[in-house]
């Protein structure tokens, strides 16, 4: 059973550019999570969907930034008109429906860079 | 708004010694998770502290919480360099506890 995938690992951008992220769940999860990582610091929450159902976007900055996650494909995180300040780890988290502990089983990231 | 503190951030320690990281937040949870993260890489899911009380192990590492003191412990147990690298715990909220609210980690450091 394969993990949490993300691609791109690495993905450099300059400004003004769009950054997108994919992510695809553990087989069986349906509930996917993005948190945000900046230097010396832990995880930050962003988002939380589900199949075709944005759960709670309250990490979500409120500009240029969007996800989605399809009936059919990965989650995708979203960047418009990338700023040095974006530059951050992504990681992108799974969880089967209705788990007891809600553990969430994490990729192993993006780590974005604008130039 | 959930606060999540780590202390020590920082710890460097000698092999065979012992010590605790301590995790403390500020609303009401059960649900607390400890992680490992190596540089670069992803986070590994240590324990999964579900009640008031728990306490789980594996290898040198315990982790226990204290729900009422709003307070979770990792202890690691004659330390060895394989333990070097940051541990985070998080803290769950939100309905089924799907958001979960990080501290900014400890940086454990295993000396020969």
């Known amino acids: 059973n394969a993990g949490v995938m993300q691609n791109p690992r690495h993905l450099v951008r300059r400004r003004g550019q769009e950054a997108r992220l994919r992510c695809s769940p553990m087989?069986?999860?349906?509930?996917v999570y993005w948190y945000r990582q900046l230097p010396e610091e832990g995880l930050k929450f962003m988002v939380y969907?589900?199949?075709?159902?944005?759960?709670?976007e309250s990490g979500m900055p409120k500009e240029r930034f969007s996800a989605e996650f399809p009936k059919e494909g990965p989650s995708i995180l979203r960047i418009q008109q990338v700023v040095r300040g974006d530059s951050a780890a992504y990681f992108c988290?799974?969880?089967?429906?209705?788990?007891?502990?809600?553990?969430?089983?994490f990729g192993p990231g993006t780590r974005l860079t604008v130039l | 708004e959930l606060k999540v503190e780590q202390n020590p951030l920082f710890l460097s320690m000698q092999e065979g010694k012992n010590y605790t990281i301590y995790c403390n937040y500020s609303?009401?949870?059960?649900?607390l998770y400890w992680y490992r993260q190596d540089p670069g890489k992803s986070l590994e899911s240590l324990f999964v502290?579900?009640?008031?009380?728990a306490v789980k192990q594996e290898g040198r590492l315990m982790a226990s919480l204290d729900t009422k003191a709003r307070l979770s412990t990792l202890h690691i147990t004659a330390a060895v360099h394989d333990l070097s690298a940051t541990y985070f715990c998080?803290?769950?909220?939100?309905?089924?506890?799907?958001?979960?609210?990080f501290g900014k980690g400890t940086l454990l450091t295993v000396n020969p």
């Open positions: 502290l579900l009640s008031n009380g």
């Open positions: 998080a803290v769950g909220s939100g309905g089924s506890n799907y958001k979960l609210t």
């Open positions: 087989k069986g999860h349906s509930h």
């Open positions: 969907l589900q199949k075709e159902n944005i759960i709670d």
């Open positions: 609303t009401t949870s059960d649900r």
């Open positions: 988290a799974s969880s089967p429906p209705l788990a007891g502990n809600n553990e969430q089983f």
